[in-house]
């Protein structure tokens, strides 16, 4: 039961782990794309 316990902890962070580094490059992919567009306009 314990063990069992342990496992489903286990693949609970996993999944929150994915779908925040997902989010995280997601947001990142955006923030860059703005930037690159701006660039010109500093220039």
Do not use: G
Request: proline share 2%.
């Amino acid at each position: 039961m314990k063990r069992n316990k342990c496992i489903s902890y286990y693949f609970l962070i996993k999944r929150t782990a994915e779908t925040f580094f997902s989010w995280l490059i997601y947001s990142h992919k955006l923030t860059t794309s703005k930037t690159f567009s701006f660039f010109p306009l500093l220039e």
